[in-house]
């Protein structure tokens, strides 16, 4: 079993960067290799402006590497949830936000021949209970009239055609969301960059940060450049001066294990849609093929951080779980375990915009592989001058309240949502 994940060991690094980064004026400086960054790159570098994209390790290392590659539209809150407190027009606007990330993902990869698998396959959320299969349905209702009327749906008597696990009581369809080898994204995201004019550099985290005469100073190991304007899509980076950004973002564990292949009778059997599938659970486990038909299944195994320990542990939790949803992968061997941390907000949603001249767009909060991709189109636009076509830019972002940027109340988290689950 490898504790690396499985998207950036069956993808080719980027491997392009330049040792040194030449002093100079630059129209734009974005801190941030994964998607949101890769993505913002390409968009600025096609509108002409001169780019040097900053990463402290490599392309797409971060989350944006280990995630599951689901493109899944929808928000992961309770849609009737979102109506109740933002009102219908606001909430179908956000939704809406969504779709249009999966779309633009699925345009990027046509038009820059990005090699990733992309497919429309849908997402099933699967209710855990059978009150959950219940609040699933009286969302679906609201969602068919306001917002998304492809979706529908799945009856517990009827879910056998969908996946082969009589674990859950039936589920809800989302037939728009896609699923991609995300590895060969993000990088593939970085290599058209590149091709557009974008200069991007990695192992060059930022290290000091600061206005200067026409603009901004933003210093790395590999040398400093000014910036007439900064994009932070950094996430939950601990690297460099970000603390007003760590105050508002908690860094919460998430895990994913990957099987050895499956045969096409086990997959006809498990999988025979192919869907991406995710459960209702607060403590949610969630599950796809790989492009090279193995299961991935992922979840918060534990409020942990990532290391090889964790990841191991986290691993085995998963394995049981999965074992629980599928028996007869019970004794499938594991390839792949690894962990990584998803930027969580605290209501779930994203945000960006501009604060002290520095713009920024992050906290995803599980949702970020098309979010990303949206948001960083979506900044480059705001940069050139276009505020309105932020999504987010009503949200105000208050710090979270006892928090400085270490994670001291997760194993707290973790045992009230395992209660919540035991008891909703």
Sequence with gaps: MKLTPYWLATSEPFDQSPATLPEGQYDVAVVGGGITGCSAALALAKKGARVALLEATTIGSAASGRNGGMCNNGFAQDYGTMVGALGPKKANALYKAFDSGVDLVETLVREEGIDCSFARVGKLKL????????KLARSQELLSKIADPDTRMIAKSDLHSEVGTDRYHGGLLYP??????????VRGLARAAARHGA????????????KVDGGHM???PKGQITARQVLLASGISQVGPLGWIRRRIVPVGAFLIVTEPLSPEQIARLMPTGRNVVDTRNLVVY??????NRMLFGGRARFAGSNPQSDAKSGRILRATMADVYPELANTRIDYCWGGLVDMTRDRLPRAGERDGLFYSMGYSGHGTHMATLMGHVMADVMDGQPALNPWKDFTWPAIPGYFGRPWFLPLLGVYYRMKDLMT
Excluded: F, N
């Excluded at 209710?127 to 219940?134: G, I, N, T, V």
């Excluded at 969301?177 to 994204?185: I, N, T």
């Design 287 to 292: 599950w796809r093929l790989t492009p090279d």
């Design 199 to 210: 200069e991007i550099y990695e192992h060059a985290p930022v290290t000091a940060l600061r």
């Design 176 to 185: 728009k969301s896609a699923q991609m080898h995300v590895g060969r994204y």
């Design 218 to 220: 933003v210093a790395t």
């Design 127 to 134: 209710a855990a209970k059978p009150e959950h299969y219940d």
